[in-house]
């Protein structure tokens, strides 16, 4: 018996949008929380993509006016979910990438699309739709994190509200000139309210102003509130501490599913673990390296930004090289780094491999050939790619922040020994310890029977949602009986 009604509201949603993993989340929790008595609906912007995968729906609201221009509320099922769509075509028609244009530069009308959305996902908690009115709205990263103000500042009776970090790098910081355009009450610009150092904040809003607050690891959770990666809000963040929870996210195992993944040119499990070798040669045959069965085939599957530390790997190629080792990289992002892993591909071909772009199914493909995939991120909320690995026998190799601390153990002599280990970890985060983590990496590689021991651990680690689900819907219950303890007349 579902008992329990939760609204996400998320700006992207795999397989419809995707930009990263907050979409792999904000797709996969709605399932894994089915099974704990949570029956929770997703609310996102009606792009082409997300109006195009529904299946048949039904207004269930129109606006008049939301911020410039008509809009309805749609609700059907997408791609199997449950979903609201805010169809306002004058925001959110737009082909391309969610927040930016094909320039690569933000939407100057973000702070209009996210706050309607945010908006709509207010409405949505105050009943706008009799069906479905949730008991908590769950908000995750900065287009979201203005609906915890409009309930607060609506006043009245109004859902619990949750709002998820899953990277504090970008908080939608917008003029305060945009306030009263927003909708939002004078009284609301104080540090107590949106006001972020003279600017509107989005996030911030929603760190201020939610119930509760998670972030999507333990180790991040802890990060954040040190102004080294507090990004600003480490002081927010501190006083609000005990609001707070740190919840790994899983992958969806029947996304990533090396015994039945079309995407491989071979099937396998950890039973048939041999069956890696052809999707090693296919991933090398397809990538233009040298088809060679014993080299340790690194693959790296990223968004090519600051934040994911390519830098350092670029510094150590060298060491990657000597040790015998490829790299098979797939992604797309600061055209810098774009050209420097193309300069790298032209001085050692057939050694070094580089797909721009978004690919899905060459994701697989390299999760499953890879020998080992690198995640050498300086900051890392949590990380799904290195999930994904320990679940296709592609040992990580990651650097020892956030998420990626959390989820793999390091194969120290003391982890080989207690046939624990999963990967390998390096710290601090800079290119010296890659280099050694690197060298580790190879000489591990070399003992064979150790190697799939890692392998084999890893294969046998939990990485799905049902851990993290019990822990969100226990969230739920827990502030759900604080809001009633606290007031019989709320919801
Ligand atoms: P982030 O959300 O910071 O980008 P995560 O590791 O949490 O990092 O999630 C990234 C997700 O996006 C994973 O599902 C990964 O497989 C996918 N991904 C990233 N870059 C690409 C790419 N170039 N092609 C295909 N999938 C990608
Ligand atoms: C963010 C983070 C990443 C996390 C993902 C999903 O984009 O960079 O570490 O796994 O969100 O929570």
């Known amino acids: 018996m579902k008992d329990i009604k939760v609204l996400s509201v998320a700006s992207e949603i795999f397989p419809l949008v995707k930009t990263g993993g907050l979409a792999d989340v904000a ?23 997300v ?32 979903l609201f769509v805010l169809d306002a075509p004058h925001l959110f028609a737009r082909y391309g990438h969610p927040y930016t244009a094909t320039n690569g530069i933000d939407w100057s009308d973000n702070p209009a699309r ?49 709002m998820t ?21 004078p009284d609301s610009f104080t540090v107590e309210g949106v006001e972020y150092y003279g600017s509107i904040g989005y996030l911030k809003a929603g760190l201020r102003l939610a119930d509760r607050i ?29 609001d707070m929870a740190g919840i790994l996210n899983g992958i969806d195992l ?66 990657l090289l000597q040790e015998g080792g490829q790299l098979a990289l797939l992604g797309a992002g600061d055209k810098p780094i774009e050209d420097d892993f193309h300069a790298a591909v032209a001085a050692y071909p057939g050694r070094i491999a580089f797909t721009r772009g978004y690919d899905e199914g060459l994701a697989h493909l390299i999760q499953g050939g890879a020998d080992s995939i690198i995640v050498p991120s300086r900051f890392e909320p949590c990380g799904l790619t290195q999930l994904c690995a320990l679940r296709y026998g ?25 046939a624990t280990a999963t990967g390998v970890q390096f710290a601090p985060v800079t290119a010296d310890m890659l280099d050694a983590a690197l060298r580790r990496t190879a000489a591990l590689y070399r ?25 969100y819907a226990a969230l739920y219950r827990d502030l759900i009986a604080a809001r009633r303890a606290r007031s019989g007349s709320q919801r």
């Open 27 to 49: 797709g996969a929790l709605p399932g894994a929380l089915a099974g704990e008595g949570v029956a929770m609906r997703s609310l996102v912007p009606g792009y082409p993509g």
């Open 51 to 82: 109006l195009g995968g529904l299946a048949k729906s039904d207004v269930v609201h129109r606006f008049a006016d939301l911020f410039g221009g008509p809009a309805q509320l749609l609700a059907g099922k997408g791609a199997g979910l449950d």
């Open 114 to 162: 996210f706050a309607a959305l945010s908006r709509a996902g207010a409405s949505v908690g105050q009943g706008l739709v009799p069906g479905f009115v949730p008991d908590i709205v769950h908000c995750h990263d900065w287009p979201t994190g203005l609906t915890p103000a409009y309930l607060a500042y609506d006043g009245g009776p109004r859902p619990g509200t949750v």
């Open 165 to 185: 970090i899953h990277n504090l790098a970008f908080q939608g910081q917008f003029p305060a000139s945009l306030l009263a355009s927003l909708g939002l009450p």
């Open 214 to 242: 998670t972030t999507v690891s333990p180790t991040y959770a802890a990060e954040i509130r040190t102004p080294e990666w507090g990004m600003g809000l480490d002081g927010l963040l501190k006083t609000r501490a005990a």
């Open 254 to 319: 029947s996304v990533w599913n090396p015994a039945g993944d079309a995407h491989l040119a071979a099937r396998f499990d950890a039973r048939r673990l041999a069956a890696r070798a052809r999707n090693k040669a296919a991933l090398q045959d397809r990538m233009g390296l040298a088809v060679e069965p014993a080299s340790l085939l690194f693959g790296v599957i990223t968004r090519l930004f600051w934040q994911k530390g390519l830098d350092l790997l670029l510094a150590a190629l060298p060491t």
């Open 394 to 418: 592609a040992v990580p190799l990651v650097a020892r922040v956030g998420g990626l601390a959390d989820t793999i153990i390091d194969a120290n002599e003391a982890g080989v020994a207690a």
């Open 447 to 471: 003992d064979q029977p150790t190697w799939k021991r890692l392998q084999l651990n890893g294969m046998k680690t939990d990485v799905s949602w049902q851990g993290p689900a019990r822990h």
